[in-house]
């Protein structure tokens, strides 16, 4: 009897020492390379630090230390506003319809094979032909979070991605250039959408529609966006919200590529 209860303890844990580990996996992957990750390892660094108080018993330095992590808590919501919409957003969506679209919520646990890769080589190609030739364009990278709430606003379709199909979507005479396109897998799958506008006071006046359009949906989702602007032909990257520096279009490749993991 007295192994049998043990062995229903010792499951009890592992099942939860799971799920903490599955939500604080994808809180990291939410907060990943922006300025809120160093906020979240030092939450995390508190807490751990407030557990070990409580199992050595030391009452006067766990109450304080419990007292700040309780009132804390309403500062931590204000703080990771935007990153707790984008959680939501992730535990709420209906993008669950196919086993491939169920194991893209949980990366770590797909089977090599089950999902195709995006042509990130092709998109980055494609972007710097229109770049030289001053072809505006804003493309989206789907990531966890669905992004039907856009999909809806513009011509769906199911496209594989190739460079020349890109640069035919964002030609000047082209009916689709307008508005953004959406890539989900290695599949354009909707074009002359609308994406939500960021009011972001901080972007510079030289940036147009298209980068506040970008940085509009990169704030409430995790997806990823690319504009060549039409007016100088650079290239910029956002993710979270925020510009993302690159050298060359060899490091773009390979930031986006890392992103995608």
Not at 108 to 117: A, H, N, S, W
Request: charged share 20%; aromatic share 10%; with cysteine.
């Amino acid at each position: 009897m007295d192994f049998l209860n043990f062995l229903d303890f010792s499951v009890t844990d592992i099942i939860d020492i799971f799920l903490v580990a599955v939500l604080m996996y994808y809180v990291y992957q939410l907060v990943r390379g922006t300025v809120a990750i160093n906020i979240f390892i030092g939450i995390v660094i508190v807490w751990a630090f407030w557990k070990l108080t409580e199992v050595l018993d030391m009452k006067m330095i766990s109450s304080m230390v419990g007292g700040f992590m309780q009132v804390g808590l309403i500062a931590l919501i204000i703080v990771f506003q935007q990153e707790i919409r984008k959680f939501l957003l992730m535990v709420g969506s209906t993008n669950l319809a196919s086993k491939r679209n169920f194991l893209k919520h949980f990366k770590f646990l797909k089977e090599d094979g089950l999902t195709i890769g995006t042509n990130v080589d092709a998109i980055v190609a494609a972007c710097e032909k229109m770049g030289s030739t001053k072809t505006g364009a804003l493309i989206i990278i789907a990531r966890n979070n669905s992004l039907d709430f856009v999909k809806s606003t513009g011509d769906k379709m199911y496209i594989e991605i190739t460079q020349p199909i890109l640069e035919s979507i964002f030609y000047k005479n082209s009916p689709l250039h307008d508005g953004a396109a959406v890539i989900e897998d290695n599949f354009i799958v909707a074009t002359r959408v609308i994406l939500p506008v960021s009011n972001e006071r901080s972007i510079p006046l030289r940036f147009g529609l298209r980068h506040r359009a970008a940085v509009g949906i990169t704030e409430k989702t995790d997806a990823l966006a690319i504009i060549v602007s039409e007016e100088t032909g650079l290239i910029s990257y956002i993710k979270n919200g925020e510009f993302v520096l690159f050298k060359d279009l060899e490091e773009l490749s390979s930031l986006i590529k890392s992103d995608l993991l």
